[in-house]
Structure formats: C-alpha cells, structure tokens
C-alpha cells in the first residue's frame, strides 16, 4: 500500500469516525429519531466510499469491514427507521381506525 493509499483511507476512516460520533449525538442526546434515521442514511455515503476504498487497496480490510456494512444496512437502517415510527407524536400516527 502506497503513502496516498494509506492517507486516503485513514482519511476515510476518520471521516466515517466522525459520522458515527454525529449520530450518536443526534439520536442519543438530542433524542430525536426521525434526525437520526437520517443521519444513518447519510452515514451510508462515507461508509460505502471507505468501503469501496478498501476493497481496492487492501482487500483483507475491505473484506473485515464489510460485515459492518451489512450490519448497518440490514440492522441498523430498519432499527432506526422502526424507532422513529415508533415515537411518531400522537397526531401523526396513522391505526387504521376511524373516531365518530
């Protein structure tokens, strides 16, 4: 691996730290689900970028990261989506029932 090939993915990495580190200031301490589900949806973006770069330039790593990949899209994303649904205000929670 090249000297730009490290500090290219370092910098990835670093950038997917700081998204990481956002979300979990927007769910957990701002507690807002909604901001949080789309503060996971655009955590997608670094992470796919460093992922792709990893798989290019040091395949191993690229291989390690992408259960984190799958675990995000395949857990985290529905979680998010589901606890934001989930803590809807009373007035925009859809039942399906009709009051007379």
Do not use: C
């Amino acid at each position: 691996m090249s000297q730009t090939d490290r500090l290219i993915s370092l910098t990835a990495l670093g950038i997917v730290m700081l998204y990481n580190e956002l979300w979990n200031i927007v769910l957990f301490r701002w507690q807002n689900p909604f901001a949080g589900f789309l503060g996971v949806l655009a955590f997608l973006a670094p992470l796919l970028l460093l992922q792709v770069i990893l798989l290019l330039v040091e395949p191993i790593s690229g291989l390690l990261m992408l259960i984190y990949v799958l675990w995000v899209v395949l857990y985290d994303i529905p979680w998010s989506y589901a606890l934001w649904k989930l803590n809807l205000p009373e007035h925009e929670k859809v039942d399906g029932s009709t009051s007379s």
